[in-house]
């Protein structure tokens, strides 16, 4: 049985995970058989947002291990506990913690850095031939840790995309229910709620990219 790894940011869209593509990436990997564990780096969170009024919480500090652990319903662990070799590949959901928590793309868009533990984390997925695959804001990510040239998609938006130029990666342009694949490196993305306006929308892509990932594996 094939073993899947998911990285969560935390738990919310607009300072960890986004709730939905983590829940039907997870759905759609346990309709496949296969097996799979949540994984989240053990940092503070960029900050905390009121998820009803869209504000920043003042004076409030959350972990992102901590939170993620909401989503995988306690069952996760720390980048740090991963033995690459009990793994066939990864998935990373997408939600602002992606660009908050996983890197700082929110912040410094295209000079933006990845996290050490999620440098180290996906790296070794990399590193080994693994494929990995990323949905919504999370593919901003794939310039920076697989280097000029690197295929993938955040949708349709402009700035984003040229962002993801600029740091060297290839960005194709896709509708939701469409997935973007770098045979080569054995990269999945999909726009998700970059694009979708319903749950719906969101699953036509996340099914297709899940499905190709453990094909690639």
């Given at each position: 049985?094939k073993?899947?790894?998911v990285?969560?940011?935390?738990?919310?869209?607009?300072d960890?995970?986004e709730?939905?593509e983590?829940?039907?990436?997870?759905?759609t990997l346990?309709?496949?058989?296969?097996h799979?564990?949540?994984?989240?780096?053990n940092?503070?969170?960029?900050?905390?947002v009121?998820?009803?009024?869209g504000?920043?919480v003042q004076?409030?500090?959350?972990?992102?291990?901590?939170?993620?652990a909401?989503?995988?319903?306690g069952?996760?662990k720390?980048?740090?506990?991963?033995?690459?070799d009990?793994?066939?590949?990864?998935?990373?959901?997408g939600g602002?913690?992606?660009?908050k928590?996983l890197c700082n793309?929110?912040?410094?868009?295209?000079?933006?850095?990845?996290a050490?533990e999620?440098?180290?984390?996906?790296?070794?997925?990399?590193?080994a031939?693994?494929?990995?695959?990323?949905?919504?804001?999370?593919p901003?990510m794939?310039?920076?840790?697989?280097?000029?040239?690197a295929?993938?998609t955040?949708?349709?938006?402009?700035?984003t995309?040229?962002?993801f130029?600029?740091?060297?990666?290839?960005?194709?342009?896709?509708?939701?229910?469409?997935?973007?694949v770098?045979?080569?490196?054995k990269?999945?993305?999909?726009p998700?709620?970059?694009l979708?306006?319903?749950?719906?929308?969101?699953?036509?892509?996340?099914?297709?990219?899940?499905?190709?990932?453990?094909?690639?594996?």
């Amino acid at each position: 049985m094939k073993n899947i790894a998911v990285l969560l940011a935390g738990c919310g869209v607009y300072d960890g995970s986004e709730i939905h593509e983590a829940v039907l990436t997870l759905l759609t990997l346990s309709q496949a058989g296969v097996h799979y564990q949540c994984f989240a780096p053990n940092i503070e969170q960029m900050h905390v947002v009121n998820h009803l009024t869209g504000e920043v919480v003042q004076g409030v500090k959350r972990n992102v291990l901590e939170e993620a652990a909401r989503i995988a319903r306690g069952n996760i662990k720390a980048t740090q506990a991963l033995d690459i070799d009990k793994f066939d590949a990864l998935i990373i959901p997408g939600g602002f913690g992606a660009a908050k928590n996983l890197c700082n793309f929110a912040i410094k868009g295209a000079d933006c850095e990845v996290a050490p533990e999620v440098t180290g984390f996906i790296g070794a997925f990399r590193d080994a031939g693994k494929p990995v695959g990323f949905i919504c804001i999370s593919p901003v990510m794939i310039p920076k840790l697989y280097g000029a040239g690197a295929q993938g998609t955040i949708g349709t938006d402009e700035g984003t995309a040229a962002a993801f130029t600029a740091m060297g990666g290839e960005h194709h342009r896709a509708c939701v229910d469409e997935i973007v694949v770098d045979e080569k490196r054995k990269i999945v993305s999909t726009p998700a709620y970059m694009l979708a306006d319903s749950i719906a929308e969101a699953q036509s892509g996340i099914d297709k990219l899940v499905h190709k990932v453990l094909a690639l594996a």
